[in-house]
T-cell receptor, first 110, second 114 residues
Framework: RKEVEQDPGPFNVPEGATVAFNCTYS??????FFWYRQDCRKEPKLLMSVYSSGNEDGRFTAQLNRASQYISLLIRDSKLSDSATYLCVVYGGGFNKFYFGSGTKLNVKP | NAGVTQTPKFQVLKTGQSMTLQCAQDMNHNSMYWYRQDPGMGLRLIYYSASEGTTDKGEVPNGYNVSRLNKREFSLRLESAAPSQTSVYFC?????????????FGPGTRLTVL
């Protein structure tokens, strides 16, 4: 079983839409959680960390549900520039390392 | 401040050839990592170096070796390339290997093994 699982998508949404991604992780001992963004043929870059209480950064909101072992990312008022692949990342798990999901692809259409 | 740099950007090898991927960071980070990214698999950790002078295996170390040359540089060597090693390789660094430190990635090396 993978440490981190994501719906690969793609999610095709119009500009201005609200879209949400979920990610599940297998190890209840995982310690910290992140969302990274990866543009086509580029390196991943940190979008936001996910805190226990949930956190918001502009149009982006991240939530953590430890009981159900999932993390969510909500994007409001989608922009064309939000088109990318979003990687869920979990630290801890079996060997106290970073584990990456395979990513969820988002296409925002005009 | 270049961040994390990798060379080469692209490489084509024949089965059995060897090569070294170079990585350097100028952020004075202690920890460095090598990942491979394959379609549908996400990034998988090959090797990491928690601090200068130490290296450890990640999830998929077979067929690879690493050298932490100094605090700035961390190289990945393929001794005898195989088609299964066709992938995109990313080097990353972080201030320390802890749960709260952001990882910064290099631009990647696209490797094809024929």
């Amino acid at each position: 079983r993978k440490e981190v699982e994501q719906d690969p998508g793609p999610f095709n949404v119009p500009e201005g839409a609200t879209v949400a991604f979920n990610c599940t992780y297998s190890n209840s001992a995982s310690q910290s959680f992140f969302w990274y963004r990866q543009d086509c043929r580029k390196e991943p870059k940190l979008l936001m960390s996910v805190y226990s209480s949930g956190n918001e950064d502009g149009r982006f909101t991240a939530q953590l549900n430890r009981a159900s072992q999932y993390i969510s990312l909500l994007i409001r008022d989608s922009k064309l520039s939000d088109s990318a692949t979003y990687l869920c990342v979990v630290y801890g798990g079996g060997f106290n390392k970073f584990y990456f999901g395979s990513g969820t692809k988002l296409n925002v259409k005009p | 401040n270049a961040g994390v740099t990798q060379t080469p950007k692209f490489q084509v090898l024949k089965t059995g050839q060897s090569m070294t991927l170079q990585c350097a960071q100028d952020m004075n980070h202690n920890s460095m990592y090598w990942y491979r990214q394959d379609p549908g698999m996400g990034l998988r950790l090959i090797y990491y170096s928690a601090s200068e002078g130490t290296t450890d295996k990640g999830e998929v170390p077979n067929g690879y070796n690493v050298s932490r040359l100094n605090k700035r540089e961390f190289s990945l060597r393929l001794e005898s390339a195989a088609p299964s090693q066709t992938s995109v390789y990313f080097c990353a660094s972080s201030e320390a290997m802890s749960s709260y430190n952001e990882q910064f990635f290099g631009p990647g090396t696209r490797l094809t093994v024929l």
